[in-house]
């Protein structure tokens, strides 16, 4: 937590870049709600195999929400685009270090992916084991999942098209009230 605050302090005086980095994956399927009704009703849903991947990176000095979805694999090689895509779009000052906070997922720790952010003047911040409190973009996937978890879509289309709509949105007044609340550098620790 105190390397967190720190980084967080050279983040808001201008001397480096951060952000926190990881995946989501919404899966198509059958989730447990209730609503009144006369008698029990089920509506059909996918089998739970068909689901969008997002990575994603939060920046907590401008509050933006950075992703890239799919229905393909997070891998090494999907990192290292998404390293790439960072720099050439949001981070494009090579010369300041661009810090990321990430969990201990294999394919973000392998030699390939630490080479490629050595390259791009990436520094990763690899996060303790079994701490994803430490990691403000799981508050954003909670949050989208809150929004995607109350409706029924009848077809994986559907489904896809709402994740991505929020997505999209997250600079939006809505989204951006709830985060100043809920992405704040106040960890709690046990």
Same mark, same amino acid.
């Given at each position: 937590v105190k390397h967190l605050a720190s980084l967080y302090r050279k983040a808001?005086?201008?001397?480096?870049?951060m952000a +926190?980095?990881?995946a989501a994956h919404f899966v198509y399927g059958k989730f447990c709600s209730f609503m009144w009704t006369n008698e029990p009703k089920y509506k059909a849903t996918g089998s739970g195999r068909q689901r969008l991947n997002v990575y994603g990176a939060y920046d907590p000095i401008s509050g933006r929400v950075?992703?890239?979805h799919g229905e393909g694999r997070v891998d090494a090689e999907y990192i290292v685009g998404f390293l790439k895509w960072l720099r050439?779009?949001? @981070?494009?000052?090579?010369?300041?270090?661009?810090?990321l906070m990430m969990d201990n997922a294999r @394919?973000?720790?392998?030699? +390939?992916?630490k080479e490629a952010a050595r390259k791009l003047n990436i520094v990763l911040e690899?996060?303790?084991c079994y701490s994803p409190n430490l990691n403000l973009i799981e508050r954003v996937w909670k949050y989208i999942k809150g929004f995607v978890g109350r409706c029924y879509y009848s077809n994986k289309e559907h489904f896809f098209q709402a994740i991505t709509d929020i997505l999209e949105a997250t600079d939006?007044?809505?989204?951006l009230q709830k985060f100043t609340t809920l992405l704040t550098m106040k960890f709690q620790t046990y």
């Open positions: 808001r005086n201008g001397k480096i870049d +926190f980095c990881d950075l992703t890239n050439r779009h949001h @981070y494009p000052n090579q010369k300041r270090k661009l810090h @394919y973000q720790h392998c030699q +390939f992916v690899f996060q303790p939006d007044a809505i989204h």
